[in-house]
């Protein structure tokens, strides 16, 4: 496939991975922090598909939540603020090999990096973004995020946020390209992890909202959503997220949704950004749409040879 | 550099034997889309198989499709043809086609001609319909001989009447035809060469054109007296014919570089256009990306992969690279950044060149961040470069800048074909296991060299970080890392150095004045020096082609002679402007490095026209430095 | 700088009588969360009230909640007090409160103390539950003897037991308690401070904590042998105390902007913070961003539209404006940008201290972008130099950078309340009719001013370009007009520094070093220059306020000195290192500017270990180099 | 109101401007090129409004399009690539007595300039966001826009662009407090007129989609719309874009339209996104949305006596 010939070396002796190996050291979040939750169903679900540390490419920005790849064992790439999505991109171009996990947050995501947003949900390249959502910049130290709720003392905002919440559902689903997109919460593990793993195994740029609970800096936002299930609302369907009975009995709200549905998707995304009935599990899945590598990866791993002979024949064109 | 610079285009003649020329320098200029480039791309090849060096360069106008008849709308080509090769584009032209007489006015304005220089001009205008036009045309060749230009008005459009029914189709062809004759171009080369450019079209528009081209010579030779001859000189290598911003496109393929990823930009864009439809045949890709900043961020995600790769930009893409530039020269990201560099300021002027970038290329990015720039002079330094680059950026795990910009990215001209090895292309990634005894950043303390972990090798996880690192990679709370670091980072520019030679002097190793360039003035440099020389002034240039770090030597070079200066296209104060005193004056960049690394007193002579610098206006710059003695 | 410096503070002494001292630096260590800070920033404001100069900087460690015990979790606050004002956090400690002895290691590897440093420990730790805890705590107290500290074991918990049910909410009233005891602060001052701080939180708070303050007082008598004195000099003017980012927060309301465009960015956010919660009581607003660009775009708009702005930011940020920086310059909107320097490159070090961004803030942009930039030296000049910044950048219409950085944001001081006037804000928007016939950019041949049409202003209609343009600020696609508009951008530093004074020395006028510094730097440096004057070494100091244009008169200065050295906190090669020469030597950043502009041989001293150069250092550093002599 | 007495003059003398008034020097556009009906358009409403010149402010990009500044005779901003937004909302955020125009193309929105648009939208300032779209980079000569059909050949991408275009109305419509969404053609000068003139009506920020011809470098994709209107579909009723019925004849294909429904908007942009029915007229406004400036503005124009005040109480705050 794509004559990887040249760049690749085979897997040799068999190898079985435990949970240790993609662990990167102790993981400094603040107690309570909903980013180890996630921390450990990405390191779950690289350990039951055996994937190789080796072959797993965490890539984030700045930020708490951006501190993942640090906590993984695994290659990483801790950049610059915003900037996750087009490294992630870049990584992916001529390695599809490698397995890309992007960690971004609120801010991260959605403010300094709403360009690159618009535009990886376009390239639909094959990797997992998840939008670590507190509602806040944790790492600055509390200032508004675009998805602080409206009111939200922060320390920029010390009266009180002033626009309305950025909604990051509604925003995707009128992305071009977009091919998956999900909402789950830290605090509810079985659905997290399942989430993520569809999310893993959909070819293209697979969106996960996390609800993240951030206990040092907006505590309140989500104490209410954690404390009132009733404000969630589960999807459910064959093709949907699934869990076990017992979980799915914490959520009084469930509905069917079929994710190839985008129209049904959107009208889910906008009752849930008015704060009512806000939907977890997948939205929106479309695995048909292009993915941007199928372009990025021509002529990969060509021999030196075929290289030498084309650049010659193309060298004839400006001769004399 | 040419066997025969020192004679400048002769004046006039009368008709009859041909003026024998060490160089000729001829212009068309029309409103834009009358094909004048066409025909002078053909001229300056036919002249390059003839053996005769050539430099081309198109004249661009500022917008895309300007009225008819405007000055600022002039279009066209400039061909400077010589014995010797060609480096530059020359000062002014000897010989111009002008289809109207605005345009001719639009080169005027600058600086393209001087007295002596023959005008081929339509002379249609002159009984136009409306009386304005008529009126301009009349005033205007009043004007153009009162500014004493040759001028033969010329009914080019009705001599193309007997060949063609559309003659603002076919007149370029007709003109090709003309300047054929005027400049002692043999017919058949050209027949050969129009053969070839229009092999797709078929034969019945080759047939035309060849009518057209053979009306045109003997129009010339009924109705122009002037012809000119440049002897060609004899060839040993094989040699190619590209501008500055495909040889990038090739250099970029030689290196066998596999990802360009960009974002338009003029005058950077045309190379990634070549590249757009040719690096899939080398196993490569374009990516446009949504950004500047983006671009460099995949580059740099491609790199940070194993796959060395490049982004391509101008000014102010630069500028928006500005963060991610730091980020590679913090985490160690080989990575090629060219830079056709265009007038700025700002948006500035878009199409026109500067060297404005030094500086911003060299400390652009806050704190510390050593990295290597060179800067490209001659059209095969555009594609020998990013070959060399992808290798220094890969030895040194660092990013390189290559310099170019708007004059070597339009000028065309004939230069050594590259004898391309497989050993100029980038290994295949390494995904051999990787020893975790060896850390990810393991300076070595003299070079602070490191070997690189590619994802996919075993036992070589590791966390890239822009925050202070450690050599495991971790980020560093301790006030000692950040300082091991930057040493280490430092260090490399130092390794650089020491293998480089102190660069060549142009000219006697000592003397009364030292020329300093870089880039893409280095031709007109010489030229202007060799003029110089050849009347016996004691002057010598020096042509820097890294200037991060520096070439070695500089010092000891600069000491044996009395005066240095550098000469670039950006802005200086003049030192005899108002107010402007030694202390106060705000000098051009190669200038201010060079003061800071040498403290030799280094003065500078530059502008920021958006012109490449002619020899003539060097070499009359040399002179009056000359005279001024002193300081 | 104070009246005693010379005297470091004496090793500890038998319990009676107290020990005078000129200055004495104090610390409190522990966890987060455990109110040192609080504790340390009422004795900084009892000892400001007694009339003492004080500087006050937080321990604050990168993480928002590191994990207890640890060493790069040591949170705390660093209290200098001394006889005369206090400009910099001053060496090594002389009594230190640490709650555990973690935490304490983090500031050892900080370098924060010294041999005969008092340490009063936190005893609980021996007889805690947990077998490391107990080991590590026995080993801890050895080692820190071994390493010449003077350690009182204390059991600080189990005292406050008496007085408060919950001690880790109560300990630090007790700490303060006890330093008012050891340090001779009047418990009668401290109560009043208490009071104020809790007054909100009503009578029964505040007694509780009076409570743990008299307790602390008297554990102290019982258990702490050691007694200082610093007696408080008399003060003359009306004071304010702020940290300096509040200072430049003050200093943007004194200036009368209404508008400040940023994106969170440490160390500079908390100017935004303290700005978003009172500007709009003198009617201004704070914008926050989606991103740093937004953040200059925004407020270049409202510059356009009169409204003089500011945007605040730190290395990162500064890198991401780049772009409209650039255009700020080319297009001549007036905007104050503030620049809170820190650790870089690229993400680095956001929460200590560097001065590295000084060359991108001149050279940072492509193409020649004369701007004006200036540096804060003291808390004092945070505050007035963005008042003078508006001022510049309306009169040069023009962008001006401010730098400050990591140390002047968090340090914490008296200084003098300013006396701001009406005048010192932006008058109110001009909205009368424009003349026609003055061009919206007709630039003043020698200062290159030009005076501004605002929108609303009936006949000044322009559009403003950032293409090279006319002073018409028409597109220009004539070659002469980016030249002249270049020259004029270049005229206003000129005229600029017409309007400056020489930098005055201080000390002596002449000698064998000069040492020249800018921004945060000062204090430590005038401190050192007086203690080794004050044996009799033969040097002064230079403080650079405005970097572009230069302070006039330099190499005048420099001329009469053997030796001029810079000392930064920026990356340079060390002399001495492995294959490191004169000439491939890297230098500081200041050191690289002024080489450039005056040609003298200016060496170096810098380092970016991300901490506040000290007293001591640079003391230490004066006499190597004037051993070393020569050059 | 908002105290502006300190900055503001009053209007004197009564003047009646003619649309020579706004017309700013000849504009340099190729012929044919879709530009000229739009500036045509603005001219004549400022007219109709008799907007004084000086209290209008043009800001734009670059680009062809974001020329348009130089051809008005108001204030213009012709800043820099991608960040026409921003300095637009900087200009609006103290100066809410000036009436602000933003001109913005395709690759200068939606590509460089994405990040702003999104936040842009979010801050709903009032002002006209035209944006400009020749499915190309005109200015730099034919590269692939984010909005450039699958298949354009461009410099960029000569054997055709790769990516699905990105729908601006689609993706306008997943922004949060989007307030003003319509669609209109170059070629049609009185729906545009009476677009632009509904748009300017508005308060908040008014994005109108320009289907605009580029004869230049992308004649081929809007010939075909431009000859076969039944690809259009004209949206009515009484609270959308009124035209004569002499051209209502024009559009085969017409549909009623209540642009308070915002789901009815995303369905109609997503069948034009598709090719089809490409809506014209107006697809949202909702009036109600949360202007920024009603924060931005706050203590406008407050005396100098009240800011020392003010100031003096600050010092207080800090005094020893
Ligand atoms: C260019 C740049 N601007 C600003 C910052 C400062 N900064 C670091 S993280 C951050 C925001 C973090 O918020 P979010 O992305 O929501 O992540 P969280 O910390 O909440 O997980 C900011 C503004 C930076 N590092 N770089
Ligand atoms: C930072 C920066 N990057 C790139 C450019 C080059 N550039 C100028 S206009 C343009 C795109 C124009 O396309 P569009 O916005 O669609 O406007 P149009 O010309 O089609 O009206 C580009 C890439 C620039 N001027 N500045
Ligand atoms: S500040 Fe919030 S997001 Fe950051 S680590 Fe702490 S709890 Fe998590
Ligand atoms: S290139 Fe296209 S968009 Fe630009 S002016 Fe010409 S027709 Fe208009
Ligand atoms: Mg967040
Ligand atoms: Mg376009």
Redesign the pocket.
């Known amino acids: 496939m794509f004559g990887l010939k040249s760049d690749w070396s085979l897997e040799l002796p068999e190898r079985y991975f435990t949970l240790e190996d993609y662990e990167g050291g102790v993981a400094r979040w603040c107690p309570g922090c909903g980013?180890l939750a996630v921390l450990t169903a990405v390191q779950k679900i690289l350990r039951d598909e055996q994937q190789p540390p080796e072959k797993t490419v965490c890539v984030s920005?700045?930020?708490?939540?951006?501190r993942f790849p640090h906590y993984m064992h695994t290659y990483g790439f801790h950049g610059?603020?915003?900037r996750a999505l087009p490294v992630a991109c870049g990584v992916k171009s001529r390695r599809p090999d490698l397995d890309v996990w992007v960690a971004?947050?609120?801010?991260?995501?959605c403010?300094?990096g709403a360009g690159h947003w618009i535009h990886a949900t376009r390239y639909n390249m094959d990797m997992v973004v998840m939008l670590?959502d507190?509602a806040?910049?944790?790492?600055?130290k509390k200032?508004t995020?675009p998805t602080s709720p409206r009111g939200l003392k922060t320390n920029t905002h010390p009266m009180g946020s002033w626009l309305p919440p950025l909604d990051p559902l509604c925003a995707m689903l009128g992305f071009t390209n977009v091919s998956f997109v999900a909402q789950t919460v830290d605090w509810n593990p079985v659905h997290l992890h399942a989430t993520l793993r569809e999310a893993h195994k959909h070819r293209g740029m697979s969106f996960v909202r996390i609800l993240q609970r951030?206990p040092t800096y907006t505590a309140a936002v989500f104490e209410e959503l954690q404390r009132d299930p009733s404000r969630l609302l589960l999807l459910k369907g064959d093709d949907n997220v699934a869990v076990d009975p017992a979980v799915m009995k914490i959520f009084p709200n469930q509905a069917e949704h079929d994710p190839s549905d985008i129209g049904a998707a959107r009208a889910l995304a906008e009752t849930g950004s008015q704060g009512e009935k806000v939907p977890v599990g997948i939205l929106f899945r479309d695995a048909s749409r292009p993915c941007y590598e199928d372009f990025t990866m021509q002529g990969l791993g060509i021999s030196a040879e075929d290289k030498l002979a084309g650049l010659k024949r193309e060298l004839d064109k400006f001769a004399v | 550099m040419t066997g025969d610079t020192g004679t400048p285009v002769a004046a006039p003649l009368e008709a009859g034997t041909a003026v024998r020329l060490g160089e000729l320098i001829v212009e068309i200029v029309s409103d834009s889309g009358e094909g004048a480039q066409k025909a002078g791309q053909a001229l300056g090849a036919i002249s390059a198989k003839m053996g005769n060096g050539v430099w081309t360069v198109e004249i661009i106008p500022a917008e895309i499709k300007p009225p008819a008849r405007s000055r600022a709308g002039a279009s066209g080509i400039r061909v400077r043809i010589g014995s010797g090769p060609m480096t530059n584009m020359g000062d002014e032209a000897g010989l111009v086609v002008a289809l109207n007489e605005q345009v001719l006015y639009g080169r005027i304005e600058q600086r393209a001609y001087r007295p002596g220089t023959v005008v081929l001009l339509e002379s249609k205008w002159k009984d136009d319909q409306q009386e304005l036009i008529r009126r301009q045309y009349t005033e205007a060749v009043a004007d153009f001989r009162a500014r004493g230009l040759v001028v033969r008005e010329l009914p080019l459009e009705e001599a193309c009447l007997g060949v063609t029914s559309d003659p603002r189709v076919g007149k370029n062809m007709f003109v090709l035809g003309m300047l054929c004759r005027v400049c002692g171009r043999a017919l058949e080369k050209a027949k050969e060469e129009v053969a070839f450019v229009f092999g797709r079209k078929g034969q019945d528009v080759i047939e035309r054109n060849h009518r057209l081209l053979e009306a045109g010579f003997h129009f010339a030779e009924e109705n122009v007296p002037e012809r000119f001859e440049v002897p060609p000189a004899p060839r040993t290598t094989d040699l190619i014919v590209t501008n500055g911003n495909q040889a990038v496109g090739l250099g970029v393929m030689a290196a066998g570089m596999e990802l360009v990823a960009m974002y338009p930009i003029t005058p950077a864009t045309s190379a990634s256009h070549y590249l757009s439809g040719a690096i899939q045949k080398v196993g490569g890709v374009v990516h446009q990306a949504e950004d500047e900043i983006a671009a460099i961020g995949f580059a740099i995600g491609a790199s940070y992969a194993g796959k060395t790769a490049c982004t391509i930009t101008s000014g102010p893409g630069l500028a928006l690279k500005t963060?991610f530039v730091g980020l590679a020269v913090m985490a160690e990201v080989p990575l090629v950044i060219v830079v056709v560099q265009r007038g700025g300021p700002s948006t500035g002027l878009p199409t026109k060149v500067e060297q404005g970038d030094l500086l911003a290329s060299l400390f652009g990015e806050p704190g510390d961040t050593p990295k290597i720039v060179m800067a490209a002079s001659t059209l095969e330094e555009c594609l020998l470069f990013p070959v060399t680059a992808r290798r220094l950026a890969e030895a040194f795990r660092t990013p390189v800048i290559v310099l170019t910009d708007a004059n070597l990215a339009t000028g065309v001209a004939p230069f050594p074909r590259p004898q391309v090895t497989p050993d100029w292309f980038a290994p295949p990634v390494d995904q051999s296991a990787w020893d975790p005894a060896v850390e990810p950043f393991a300076w070595d303390p003299t070079t602070g060299i490191s070997p690189r972990p590619i994802p996919g090798q075993r036992g070589g996880e590791y966390v890239l970080t822009g925050l202070a690192h450690t050599r495991r990679s971790k980020v560093a709370y301790d006030p000692d890392s950040n300082q091991r670091g930057c040493e280490a980072r430092s260090a490399k520019l130092r390794a650089l150095q020491s293998t480089l030679r102190p660069p060549e002097v142009y000219g006697d190793a000592s003397g009364e004045l030292l020329i300093v360039g870089w880039g893409s003035t280095r031709g007109a440099i010489e030229e202007a020096v060799d003029r110089a020389r050849a009347e016996g002034l004691s002057v010598s240039s020096l042509h820097l082609r890294f200037l991060s770090p520096l070439e070695p030597g500089l010092g000891e070079i600069f000491a044996r002679f009395a005066k240095v200066m550098t000469i670039e296209i950006n802005y200086s104060d003049e030192p005899d402007a108002p107010a402007v005193t030694d202390e106060n004056r705000r000098r051009a960049q190669l200038a201010t490095l060079l003061r800071a690394t040498t403290l030799v007193d280094i003065d500078c002579w530059s502008n920021v026209y958006g012109q490449p610098l002619q020899p003539r206006q060097i070499y009359a710059e040399i002179g009056r430095r000359l005279e001024r003695g002193g300081n």
Chains 1, 4 share one sequence.
């Not at chain 1, 971004?104 to 995501?109: E, F």
């Not at chain 1, 806040?136 to 600055?140: I, N």
């Open positions: 980013d920005g700045i930020g708490c939540s951006s610059l603020h915003g971004t947050g609120d801010g991260d995501c403010s300094i670590f507190n806040v910049y944790g790492l600055t200032q995020s951030c | 963060e």
